[in-house]
T-cell receptor, first 115, second 113 residues
């Protein structure tokens, strides 16, 4: 069990550029979640996958955001035409279906700074 | 709808003193409750959880929390603070039928030597 891995750890981008983040969940976990955490706030739900299916999306996930989990393993989160308000920590978490009471396992996050 | 409120965005305690971090929840059905800890530039680590059964739950690093339905609270305590406890603490709620967690705004714990 190598935990949840996120790449990159830090990303600085100019406003208007596209960025893509990757998350590798714990291998046996079939659920994968994306959360966004801004300074001084708790994580806010963005979206989650069960296997390769994206089952729920938050209203926070504007049309500039897209997430995929093509083979039910790793996931990518892409932000197009980044804005300064997108600056945040993007956290990925995974869990096993039916074991919700165990909570999530979080990755270390990708910190995005839009300049 | 579910939500949590963490009272006190900053708490300072002396090393060796009692730690008390407050969390109140709102849920229309029995909730699952969690406390997570976050160190700078890190993800969140699960401290402890309440799902069903015993209302006093023990977690890692000497922390414990008590689920009080009548008070809709799930406060986190530790008898004696260590310097290594300095971090951000988040309370979270979910439903046994739900898929997303709702986090509080966090409490930053400072431990004074």
């Amino acid at each position: 069990d190598t935990g949840v891995s996120q790449d990159p750890r830090h990303k600085i981008t100019k406003r208007g550029q596209n960025v893509t983040f990757r998350c590798d969940p714990i291998s046996e976990h079939n659920r994968l979640y994306w959360y966004r955490q801004t300074l001084g706030q708790g994580p806010e739900f963005l979206t989650y996958f069960q296997n390769e299916a994206q089952l729920e999306k938050s209203r926070l996930l504007s049309d500039r955001f897209s997430a995929e989990r093509p083979k039910g393993s790793f996931s990518t989160l892409e932000i197009q035409r980044t804005e300064q308000g997108d600056s945040a920590m993007y956290l990925c978490a995974s869990s096993l279906e039916g074991y919700r009471g165990r909570g999530y396992t979080f990755g270390s996050g990708t910190r995005l700074t839009v300049v | 709808a579910q939500s949590v409120t963490q009272l006190g965005s900053h708490v300072s305690v002396s090393e060796g003193a009692l730690v008390l971090l407050r969390c109140n929840y709102s849920s229309s059905v029995p909730p699952y409750l969690f406390w997570y800890v976050q160190y700078p530039n890190q993800g969140l680590q699960l401290l402890l959880k309440y799902t069903t059964g015993a209302t006093l739950v023990k977690g890692i690093n000497g922390f414990e929390a008590e689920f009080k339905k009548s008070e809709t609270s799930f406060h986190l305590t530790k008898p004696s603070a260590h310097m290594s406890d300095a971090a951000e603490y988040f309370c979270a709620v979910t439903l046994h039928t739900g898929n997303q967690f709702y986090f509080g705004t966090g409490t930053s714990l400072t431990v004074i030597p």
